[in-house]
């Protein structure tokens, strides 16, 4: 399992993170760092990407309805899968 930031601006950006995540293979991505509604840091707001710049023409992504998963070694992806959590329930 990855946690890769693809927001830029303090961190790597969509096609470093892209790079990272193809160099590296891992059975699952979470993307973090990434600009989003509600977020209060403006300074930084205008600056960040959105996950949404990391995900174009991507097609092995899923988005879940909360801000954890559970992950068992069992149940593993046989390929790269982007999972993208979100803060509400």
Known sequence: MLFV????????????ATNVCAKLNPKIVIPMHYRMPGLRARVMFGFLKTVD??????????????????VDVDTLPS?????VLSLGK
């Open 5 to 16: 930031p693809v927001g830029g601006f303090f961190t790597i950006g969509p096609e470093t």
């Open 53 to 70: 710049d990391f995900l174009k023409g991507k097609s092995n992504v899923e988005r879940i309805q909360g801000p954890s998963m559970d």
């Open 79 to 83: 390929e790269m899968r982007i999972v």
